[in-house]
């Protein structure tokens, strides 16, 4: 099992951990559906009441997915197969708060997890970016997640840079991605801090809340999702062309 569970009775808060770190905690299909399982399981456990989902390690909480792990695709030009696409709770029908720590990279394909998490609590240490235009790769769906939490020419930034540039914790602080930043290590701690609080209010309010929140943006979110599939079919280059592109990566970046 790459993903581990952690469950407090006391607290009413569970630990879900990307458990892959010689990975970077990068997602396998395998990985995608226990992911799935363990949020749709969470609807039954009424003594879950507020979610931490994180990454092992430090060094990344997640890269996305995992590029060695072989991910068929239908020959039709109008469907793909995308494995992250019910990896977050919002996509599993889950309505109970999901506090994100991040430690390190959260790069790609995280970015599915942090769109749907409630907010973000980031070590000093993490770094926020996304490769895919780098590689000839369209981000349709990362960028329609990570849209409805920052400013638009902060998430076209980061977008149209590819891998030349990330994304400082303190820089996702000042543009509302992350709501605290704490010191290197502390995510996880200041999490299960903040989700222990709300674990503590009344569960049908709380899950009333969230459900309020999502439906500001939830009509303007499937809409935009709708249209990404066949953004990435058109403008996709082929594997083989990415892979070559993968191979001469480039040496550095700029934190900003």
Same mark, same amino acid.
């Given at each position: 099992?790459?993903?581990?569970?952690?469950?407090?009775?006391?607290?009413?808060?569970?630990?879900?951990?990307?458990?892959?770190?010689?990975?970077?905690?990068?997602?396998?299909?395998?990985?995608?559906?226990?992911?799935?399982?363990?949020?749709?399981?969470?609807?039954?456990?009424?003594?879950?009441?507020?979610?931490?989902?994180?990454?092992?390690?430090?060094?990344?909480?997640?890269?996305?997915?995992?590029?060695?792990?072989?991910?068929?695709?239908?020959?039709?030009?109008?469907?793909?197969?995308?494995?992250?696409?019910?990896?977050?709770?919002? =996509?599993?029908?889950?309505?109970?708060? &999901? #506090? @994100?720590?991040?430690?390190?990279? !959260?790069?790609? $394909?995280?970015?599915?997890? %942090?769109?749907?998490?409630?907010?973000?609590?980031?070590?000093?240490?993490?770094?926020?970016?996304?490769?895919?235009?780098?590689?000839?790769?369209?981000?349709?769906?990362?960028?329609?997640?990570?849209?409805?939490?920052?400013?638009?020419?902060?998430?076209?930034?980061?977008?149209?840079?590819?891998?030349?540039?990330?994304?400082?914790?303190?820089?996702?602080?000042?543009?509302?991605?992350?709501?605290?930043?704490?010191?290197?290590?502390?995510?996880?701690? =200041?999490?299960?801090?903040?989700?222990? &609080? #709300? @674990?503590?209010?009344?569960?049908? !309010?709380?899950? $009333?809340?969230?459900?309020? %929140?999502?439906?500001?943006?939830?009509?303007?979110?499937?809409?935009?999702?709708?249209?990404?599939?066949?953004?990435?079919?058109?403008?996709?280059?082929?594997?083989?062309?990415?892979?070559?592109?993968?191979?001469?990566?480039?040496?550095?970046?700029?934190?900003?």
């Amino acid at each position: 099992m790459s993903v581990r569970v952690e469950r407090d009775k006391e607290t009413g808060v569970a630990v879900v951990t990307l458990d892959r770190a010689e990975k970077h905690n990068a997602i396998t299909p395998e990985m995608a559906r226990e992911l799935s399982d363990v949020w749709r399981g969470f609807r039954y456990e009424d003594e879950v009441r507020a979610i931490v989902v994180t990454g092992a390690g430090g060094r990344a909480f997640c890269t996305g997915i995992d590029r060695s792990a072989e991910v068929p695709q239908p020959s039709s030009p109008y469907t793909i197969d995308d494995p992250l696409l019910t990896i977050g709770p919002k =996509a599993n029908d889950l309505w109970k708060p &999901v #506090v @994100a720590a991040v430690e390190g990279m !959260a790069c790609g $394909g995280a970015f599915y997890l %942090l769109g749907e998490s409630e907010f973000l609590i980031a070590g000093e240490d993490a770094t926020f970016f996304d490769p895919h235009t780098t590689y000839g790769m369209v981000s349709a769906f990362e960028t329609v997640h990570m849209a409805q939490r920052m400013p638009y020419g902060e998430i076209a930034r980061m977008a149209l840079m590819g891998s030349a540039e990330r994304i400082s914790a303190r820089r996702a602080h000042e543009t509302g991605l992350v709501s605290e930043v704490t010191e290197p290590g502390g995510a996880l701690a =200041a999490a299960l801090r903040a989700a222990a &609080v #709300v @674990a503590g209010h009344p569960t049908e !309010a709380v899950q $009333g809340t969230v459900r309020a %929140l999502w439906s500001v943006r939830e009509a303007a979110r499937a809409q935009a999702l709708a249209h990404a599939p066949h953004l990435v079919a058109l403008g996709n280059l082929p594997p083989e062309r990415q892979a070559e592109l993968f191979a001469r990566r480039p040496a550095g970046f700029r934190l900003r």
